[in-house]
Each structure stands twice: as structure tokens, then as C-alpha cells.
């Protein structure tokens, strides 16, 4: 019994010391600067991935259309669909721009990147004109206008019924 009680009190004394309370103080707010530090070290993490993936973007962007230049420099007929290849793509490409730009400028501002200088401006290659692979044949000119009504066709016995429907109501019921 006397072994409990010493354990006890050491315990207690441990516990209820003043050097016990600063300790702990010391623990909890070093635990929360860690915390804190290990938090902003991640955000920076995604924004520098952010700003990575931007600049892979604007890379295989740039790297796209030079090869679209290089293809439509050395074909002599391009597909018929080219030009609206190229209005999807710029819409899609001013869709992504316009809705990354302000996250951007945040991770960049977060990570203390300066902005990118200005990529500069590709004039678009004409395209070749689009001609068909076979000569259209010519037709004898229709006459214009509509067409002349057709002759209603008149039946020779009377129309009869095929089914007649009732309802089931008697003239005393009232509709409404």
C-alpha cells in the first residue's frame, strides 16, 4: 500500500507541476506551428502543380498549332472539315484561357512567379481553297416557285363510320 501511495504522489507532482503546464503550452503550440506550416507547404505544392500544368498547356498549344502550320503548309488539299476544326479549337482553347486565368494569377501571386511574357501572336495560315475530288455534273435549270396543287380525288361511294364511339351519358347528366 505504501508503494501505491508513493507512486501516487510522484505521479501528482508531476502532473500538477508548473513546469508540467509549460511543457505542454510549448507542445500544443509547437504542434500547431507545425500543422500550419505543413498546410501552407501543400497549398504551395497544388499551386506550383497549377502553374506546371499551365505551362504544359500553353506548351502543347503552341507545339499544336505549329504542327497545324507545318501540315497545312505542305498539303495541297485539306480536309473539308478544317475550318470548322478551327473555330471548335479556338473556342475551346478561349474557354480554358478565360476560366484559368484569375486561378493563375493567384498561384502565381501565392509562389511569388512573376507573369510570363506574352507569347506573340501567329498570323493563321490561310487555308487552301476546298475543291471537290470529282467534277459536279450539270443539271437543266428546274423551274422555280411552288408546285402546282394536286386534283382532289373524288370517291366513289360515301364515306360511312367505322366505329361509332359512346360515352355512356344520358341528356339528364350534367357536365359541369
Known sequence: MD???EQANTVSQLLFSTDTGDIYKQALARTWDILREV???LWLVVCLAFVGAEWFYRTAVGLGRSTRAW???????GPTDAQSMTSTGQALLDTVQSSTAYLLAQAR???GIP?????PA???VPAPPIT???PTPVEPPTPSGPPAPAEPT?????LSPVATVSAGLEEDDDLA
Open 154 to 158: 373524288i370517291p366513289d361511294e360515301p
Open 115 to 119: 507573369e510570363p511574357e506574352p507569347q
Open 71 to 77: 501540315y497545312i503548309g505542305i498539303s495541297e488539299k
Open 3 to 5: 508503494t501505491i501511495k
Open 39 to 41: 498546410g501552407l507547404l
Open 132 to 134: 471537290p475530288p470529282f
Open 122 to 124: 501567329i498570323s493563321p
Open 109 to 111: 501571386q501565392q509562389l
